[in-house]
């Protein structure tokens, strides 16, 4: 196994994680098989109890791990299926040594950071770097591991040490470490300035870690005599010094590495054999381009709880954008913060209650993704209601499935009273019920988690058929509260279907109109396993829909018996010269907030 760690300097949200990820993809397209690791240095065991709007969402993988969303960006790029272990927290490493120690494992010793915490570290990377993750046997070829945070924090101070003896166990041409570093640009002189980069590194030295390769975060790409600079007083080779210049999609990330020859130094370092013949990147390129040159929008109003920060619905963002990449379509995404849909807001704020409804009636689509609480939920119910009566195409993820049945039994079933569990406990109506096995003492981890079977009982349904006629579907769920079975038959009188279920039946999973031109509601979420290139089957469904593309989709479906095929641009592949020449469009549109994820319109890339 050879390790790539990239560790990160000078200041935070330099987009550690797609640097790491897009490591990984130029290695995949060497030929070789990459796992990864993300070491979080924070004390919560896994992401599950941390807010979305602080930290970004919650990203759920297949064996119900809640974690961060670098993972999401990892298995998005490398096509890979993570487990929960392949997210580090010291939360989870102190557990472990703890609960060693309480055993007795530790045979009377007095249990200390090195070597208890620092061995625990090196252990669990060398466990975890052995799972595959790719669908095939053995372990992978490389492990990319990302260590969060910024050199210097006192909080991956153990990892540090860690990762130093790491590197000094498996030797050179087993470690190769990646620092991502800011190379600022002061206005008045307009020079990029190398010291923050300098200091970086100086402190990542002296604390055992030498950078075999430099990633620089820059506006623009750096001058020769900038990497020189930085060659000479960081010791690293001028070869071994790529630039990430700002740019206008995260899929241009590898390609960039791939301009730059980073292929070439990662193989060096690693003393790799390559085994593909030419790194096939051509359909990055394709996406890349196309991304860019997209004119015509398709616009989706996204119903939520939103402050601001788009990291809080990543995965929902990433599936919008494979889904409308797939429909030659533009992304534009529409915030509406639930609240302001509310009668009361019209009240208090006439001019935002009308904000807000202009924008949700001027979508071509309505999404309302998962959530938890009671704020806003009205105003989603509203916004159901409008999509079910107006016939626009909705897409209801958990929450947003559960309000869609919750406004059918208001409006349709005449049942005023309505309501989840969650949101009024002494509901005379409950149609969504805390489900049995959850808990309600502790928060982390109770919830019903991870990938879940979904039997199709309709074949004749848009769900069914957006799947191939699949018999079933593999989601990832997150959620504790479900639809109330006893009420199914009432509501399936009343024209709603319950297209899919669990195998026992008993647990409602997607729910479909038939009368309507795209209202699908889902108990799980979609999005974690949505890909560039393949996009979920259900936001695809949505974004047909919305462009009035959706016929002519499940044409397609029925004739070629899968959804893939239809996801690549037809326009021919962009050869890689064509790349390094410069031919492909790339607008430098300098970032604010010095992060990749952003195109400069509000919608993630
Ligand atoms: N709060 C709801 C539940 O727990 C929905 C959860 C979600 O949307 N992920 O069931």
Request: with cysteine.
């Amino acid at each position: 196994m050879k390790y790539v760690v990239v560790t990160g300097g000078v200041v935070s949200g330099l987009g550690k994680g797609v640097t790491a990820s897009s490591i990984g993809v130029v290695l995949k397209a060497c030929g070789l098989r990459v796992t990864s690791i993300k070491i979080d240095p924070y004390l919560n065991t896994d992401a599950g109890t941390m807010s979305p709007f602080e930290h970004g969402e919650v990203f759920v993988l297949d064996d119900g791990g809640e974690v961060d969303l670098d993972l999401g960006n990892y298995e998005r790029f490398l096509d890979i299926k993570l487990t929960h272990d392949n997210n580090i927290t010291t939360g989870k490493i102190y557990q472990s040594v703890i609960d060693k120690e309480r055993k007795g494992d530790y045979l009377g010793k007095t249990v200390q950071v090195v070597p208890h915490i620092t061995d625990a570290i090196q252990e669990w990377i060398e466990r975890v770097a052995m799972i595959p993750v790719d669908g095939k046997e053995g372990p992978a070829d490389v492990c990319v591991i990302e260590l969060g945070g910024t050199i210097g924090d006192i909080e991956s101070m153990p990892f540090i040490e860690a990762l130093g003896q790491f590197s000094y166990r498996v030797g050179p041409g087993n470690f190769c470490l990646v620092h991502v570093s800011l190379v600022p640009v002061l206005n008045t002189v307009g020079e990029q300035k190398t010291k923050p980069t300098q200091h970086s590194v100086r402190s990542l030295r002296a604390l055992g870690l030498t950078p075999n390769i430099l990633a620089c975060r820059s506006a623009k790409p750096l001058e020769e005599n900038v990497k020189e600079k930085l060659s000479q007083f960081c010791h690293v080779p001028v070869s071994n010094i790529v630039t990430l210049h700002d740019v206008t999609n995260i899929w241009h990330i590898p390609l960039l590495l791939m301009e730059q020859r980073a292929d070439e130094a990662l193989i060096k370092v690693l003393k790799l054999k390559r085994f593909a013949k030419e790194p096939m990147l051509e359909e990055w390129m394709r996406r890349a381009e196309i991304c860019d040159t997209l004119q015509d929008p398709v616009r989706i109003a996204m119903v939520g709880k939103y402050t601001g920060f788009a990291d809080s619905y990543l995965s929902v963002l990433k599936a919008l954008l494979h889904a409308s990449v797939a429909c030659q379509r533009k992304l534009v995404v529409d915030w509406v913060a639930s609240p302001d849909l509310e009668k009361h807001t019209e009240v208090e704020a006439p001019e935002v209650h009308k904000k807000a409804w202009d924008l949700l009636k001027a979508a071509d689509g309505i999404l309302v993704p998962g959530g938890f609480g009671d704020r806003g939920v009205e105003g989603k119910i509203l916004a159901a209601k409008y999509a079910r009566e107006h016939k626009v195409p909705y897409l209801g993820i958990c929450l947003g499935m559960q309000i869609a049945v919750i406004e059918i039994a208001r409006s349709v079933l005449n049942l005023p009273d309505a309501n989840s569990t969650e949101f009024n406990p002494d509901t005379t109506t409950p149609c969504v019920i805390f489900m049995p096995e959850g808990s309600k003492t502790h928060m982390g981890g109770t919830m019903r988690l991870g990938s879940r079977r979904t039997y199709f009982k309709v074949p004749s349904c848009k769900a069914a058929k957006l799947h191939s006629n699949a018999s079933f579907v593999d989601e990832r769920h997150r959620h504790r509260y479900e639809v109330n079975p006893e009420m199914v038959p009432e509501f399936e009188k009343a024209g709603l279907a319950f297209v899919g279920q669990d195998e026992t039946g008993k647990r409602m999973e997607i729910i479909e109109l038939a009368d309507h031109p795209y209202f699908i509601g889902v108990q799980f979420h979609p999005e974690f396993k949505s890909r560039p290139g393949k996009p979920s089957a259900l936001f695809l469904g949505l974004i047909a829909a919305s462009c009035r593309q959706l016929d002519s989709l499940l044409r397609h479906i029925l004739h070629r018996g899968n959804l893939t095929s239809r996801c690549i641009s037809n326009t021919g592949p962009i050869s890689t010269k064509a790349y390094q020449n410069g031919n492909l469009k790339k607008h430098t549109k300098s970032l604010a907030n010095g992060n990749f994820h952003s195109n400069g319109n509000g919608v993630h890339a």
